[in-house]
C-alpha cells in the first residue's frame, strides 16, 4: 500500500499480510489508520531518568540487597514514594511502623530516600532490626539544618505539601521546636512566640517555586527569618517539572511511556496537554499522532529504557523524522572547583 513520497520522492510506504476474511478487512482497516498519520515529523525526547538521583541510589541499595540472598526485605512504608511494588516483585515487601514489634531480630528494613525520625531509627535498632540507609543525602542534609537550628534555639519552620514524604522525619528531628506551614494562606496566617527568633527550612522533592512562595509569605509575615543553606535545596522536583512544561511547549502531543496511572501523565493532562500513555510502543494508537508535527515523548518513573527506545524505531518509520533531545538539569556551583 503506497503511502508516502519522501523528499527524494522515492515511495515509503506500510504493507501487511493476511488470510483473506476478516483478518484482511482489519489488517486494511488498521494500514489505513497508519496511513493517514504518515508525515514528516519531529520527535522531542525529554532526557534523563525520570526518578530523581536519591530515588535511584535507593533503588540501586534495595536491588543489591535483594541479590545478596538472606531472605526478605521490608521497605518503611512511606519512606520510598516513588516504588510501588508489582507483581512479581518478591523477595520485599512494605513494613510499616506499628508492625516494628512483629517482625523477626534480623530481618533487613531499608529506610528509603525520604528518610525517617530519630524516634523510628531508634525503634528500628532496638527490635534488632539489620537496616540498610537509603535516605537521600540532600534529605539528610535537610534534616540536619533543622536540628542545628533547633540547637541554637531557633522555631524552625518547615515548609511543605501536606503529602510530602520527608515531613514526618524532618519534624521528628526537633519535635518541639518543629512547625509544619503547608501553603501560602497558612503562612500568611502564622505568629510565633519570638519573630526574632525563627528560621525556615523547606522540605526536598517539593518544587523549589512552590517552597519559595511559601517562604516569601512567611517573611512578608513575620520580617526576617534565618534561611537554611541554599546548597542543600534539592533541584530534581523542579527539574522534572520545567522538563514537562518544556517538553508541552515544543510538543503538538505528549506521548509518556510506562505506567498508565503515571503522576507525570496526570499533570500533563491536568496543565491541559493532549498527553498520552503507553506501556509498551505496541499501545500507541494513530490517531494519537493526528495533526501532531512535533511529538513529545518522555518517560514515567520505572519506565524501561527499552521502551523508549522501541518507541522511537516504530514511529519514526512513519515518514522522514528528526528526533531532537531535551535536558533539563540545574548545576549548584558549591565553588569548590580548582583552577588550574
Ligand atoms: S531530596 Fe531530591 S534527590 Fe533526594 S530523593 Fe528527594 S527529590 Fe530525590
Known amino acids: 500500500m503506497l503511502s508516502y513520497l519522501q523528499r ?30 504518515m508525515r514528516t ?9 525520570p526518578l530523581c538521583g536519591g530515588a535511584v541510589r535507593a533503588q540501586a541499595l534495595l536491588d543489591g540487597a535483594l541479590s545478596a540472598g538472606g531472605g526478605q526485605v521490608r521497605i518503611l512504608a512511606g519512606t520510598m514514594p516513588h516504588y510501588s511494588a508489582g507483581a512479581g516483585d518478591e523477595g520485599h515487601s512494605a513494613l510499616s511502623t506499628d508492625e516494628l514489634d512483629r517482625v523477626a531480630s534480623g530481618t533487613r528494613v531499608v529506610i528509603g530516600p525520604a528518610g ?15 537496616v540498610i540507609d537509603a535516605t537521600c543525602p540532600l534529605v539528610t542534609a535537610a534534616q540536619a539544618e533543622v536540628r542545628r537550628f533547633a540547637a541554637h534555639g531557633e522555631s ?21 521546636a518543629v ?38 509569605a512567611v517573611r512578608g509575615a513575620l520580617g526576617h527569618v534565618l534561611p537554611q543553606d541554599p546548597t542543600t535545596y534539592c533541584h530534581a522536583a523542579s527539574d522534572r517539572e520545567h522538563a514537562l512544561l518544556r517538553l508541552a511547549a515544543s510538543s503538538d502531543a505528549v506521548l509518556v511511556l510506562g505506567r498508565q496511572n503515571s503522576p507525570t501523565l496526570a499533570s500533563l493532562r491536568n496543565s491541559g496537554v493532549r498527553a498520552y500513555g503507553a506501556a509498551r510502543s505496541a499501545e500507541v494508537r494513530p490517531a494519537w499522532l493526528a495533526g501532531a508535527a512535533a511529538v ?45
Open 8 to 37: 527524494d520522492r522515492q515511495a515509503a510506504g506500510l504493507a501487511g499480510a493476511a488470510p483473506s476474511g476478516g483478518a484482511s478487512i482489519a489488517l486494511q482497516g488498521a494500514l489505513a489508520s497508519w496511513r493517514a498519520v
Open 41 to 49: 515529523r519531529q520527535f522531542v525526547v525529554a532526557e534523563g531518568d
Open 116 to 130: 525517617v525520625a530519630p524516634t523510628v531509627r531508634a525503634s528500628l535498632v532496638r527490635q534488632g532490626l539489620r
Open 156 to 176: 524552625v519552620l518547615l515548609i511543605g505539601p501536606r503529602d510530602s514524604a520527608v515531613l514526618p522525619g524532618m519534624v521528628g528531628q526537633a519535635l518541639d
Open 179 to 216: 512547625r509544619t506551614v503547608h501553603d501560602v494562606a497558612e503562612a500568611g496566617d502564622i505568629r510565633v512566640e519570638a519573630p526574632g527568633r525563627v528560621a525556615v527550612v523547606t522540605a526536598p522533592g517539593t518544587p523549589g517555586e512552590r517552597n519559595r512562595m511559601v517562604a516569601e
Open 296 to 340: 513529545g515523548i518522555v518517560a514515567a518513573p520505572g519506565a524501561s529504557p527499552a521502551l523508549m527506545a522501541d518507541t522511537l524505531r516504530a514511529l519514526t518509520g512513519l515518514g522522514p523524522s528528526a528526533v531532537t533531545r531535551q535536558v533539563t538539569t540545574t548545576l549548584v556551583d558549591r565553588g569548590d572547583t580548582e583552577s588550574g
